[in-house]
């Protein structure tokens, strides 16, 4: 089934809209959404029933305390399988993610080739490595991990991964689109399911990643003006 992954950034407990990533913007989800009429993190999940999330914790990603949003991210955790970003960069970082959500995610502009492996190794199929890319280039610290996407991902092969993220900085959030020759050759190289973050439009987008070997989408923009339809978060769209 391809998967329809629904998107939150959480900043002080409430679901919001970071386009640019600039805190003094953020303005709950709520105010502009065609879906949501509460910020409330647990109520949206409540309503909109989706049966995976992903959660950005921006307190967390901006160095601010990590018990900020935490008993919120466990309370969805219960209530729909969820993937957490909180800037994890080692195996520590990992443990914490883990301890409230069901799959930690760890990016390659945080983390280290060296704590990926280390990470895998002691959570088998719980995480989720996103390849941060920005004009084309892994965004990344690590000079172990190459600038090339396709060289990152064929790395990851032998790891126990759950998954691999495919987050586009220059989409997320602007529903622009995506490249399918890329995609599609970025999913033909992975062993790991490839899902894509950032640039979803439409349902038809969702089709032609089915189609050319991508096996789900993080999903917000798209759904909050109507663009893909909920009942897509709960089941998925047959793919044929």
């Given at each position: 089934m391809f998967r329809v992954?629904?998107?939150?950034?959480?900043?002080?407990?409430n679901v919001v809209l970071a386009?640019?990533?600039?805190?003094?913007?953020?303005?709950?989800?709520?105010?502009?959404?065609?879906?949501?009429?509460?910020?409330?993190p647990v109520e949206i999940?409540?309503?909109?029933?989706?049966?995976?999330?992903?959660?950005?914790?921006?307190?967390?990603?901006?160095?601010?305390?990590?018990?900020?949003?935490?008993?919120?991210?466990?309370?969805?955790?219960?209530?729909?399988?969820?993937?957490?970003?909180f800037g994890v960069s080692s195996p520590d970082d990992a443990e914490k993610a883990l301890s409230i959500a069901n799959t930690a995610v760890i990016g390659t502009e945080t983390g280290a080739l060296a704590a990926i492996r280390e990470t895998a190794s002691l959570h088998p199929g719980r995480i989720s490595?996103?390849?941060?890319i920005k004009e084309d280039k892994v965004l990344k610290q690590d000079p172990e991990i190459s600038s090339d996407p396709f060289e990152i991902v064929e790395a990851l092969n032998g790891l126990?991964?759950?998954?691999?993220?495919?987050?586009?900085?220059?989409?997320?959030?602007?529903?622009?689109?995506?490249?399918?020759?890329?995609?599609?050759?970025?999913a033909l190289r992975s062993k790991h399911d490839v899902l894509?973050?950032?640039?979803?439009r439409s349902m038809e987008d969702l089709y032609t990643l089915g189609r050319i070997g991508v096996k789900g989408a993080l999903v917000a923009t798209a759904v909050h003006n109507g663009s893909v339809p909920l009942e897509w978060l709960k089941r998925g769209p047959e793919i044929e």
């Open positions: 992954i629904f998107v939150m950034d959480i900043f002080n407990r386009k640019g990533g600039i805190r003094e913007n953020y303005r709950p989800v709520s105010d502009s959404s065609g879906v949501c009429s509460s910020p409330d999940v409540e309503v909109l029933q989706p049966l995976e999330v992903y959660i950005a914790d921006l307190n967390v990603l901006q160095g601010g305390n990590r018990d900020t949003n935490s008993e919120i991210i466990r309370a969805v955790s219960s209530k729909a399988e969820t993937m957490l970003d490595v996103s390849i941060d126990s991964l759950k998954d691999l993220i495919l987050l586009d900085m220059d989409r997320v959030g602007t529903a622009s689109g995506f490249d399918p020759a890329f995609l599609g050759e970025l894509l973050g950032g640039g979803v």
